[in-house]
């Protein structure tokens, strides 16, 4: 039974490298699998989905406005898919995580989405969001902030290497940009 997965956590703590894991295994296994990331996401080049690590895999892209449940729908026509699988699943609409849902239930399809719980303010992604209250399965996937508790929260750090409080919500970035913290640091960071 097809059910619609949701891998979160933090930034730094693993998720991309997770998800091309388990498309290797499939694809050891002798199963297709499909990805898909977002089309502004080029970290790791147009159409990439890359780890830290220094591996990649070649991924679909998607803006706001694709019908991810057509372009599902569009990919298992042409042969069969064991599991789809989404990085940066934050950075989807509402709507966009209802086509996946969707895609699940119509298609009977696998739908693994790996991304970000809480931007650097603290709030929740709409990808997320909806995620959390639509998802079958939900896994955490943990990292540690530099204190060696777990980290839940991140910061975006501005040029002079401080903290952010205020900005665009969807911000690329790296290492450079973003740091992975505890509660505790994260309130201690952004002076609250």
Known sequence: MAKLYFHYSTMNAGKSTLLLQAAHNYQEMGMETYLLTANFDDRAGTGQIGSRIGIAREADTYGSETDLFEMIETRLKK????????????????????????????LNVPVMCYGLRVDFRGELFPGSATLLALADEMREV???????????????????????????????????????????????????
């Open 142 to 192: 943990r990292t540690i902030c530099h204190c060696g508790k777990k980290a839940t929260m991140v910061i975006r750090k501005g040029p002079d290497g401080k903290a952010l409080t205020d900005g665009a919500q969807v911000q690329v970035g790296g290492n450079e940009t973003y740091v992975s913290l505890c509660r505790r640091h994260w309130r201690e960071a952004v002076g609250k």
């Open 79 to 106: 042969s069969a898919v064991a599991c789809v699988m989404v990085d940066e699943a934050q950075w989807m609409s509402k709507d966009q995580v209802w086509q996946l849902a969707r895609a699940v239930d119509d």
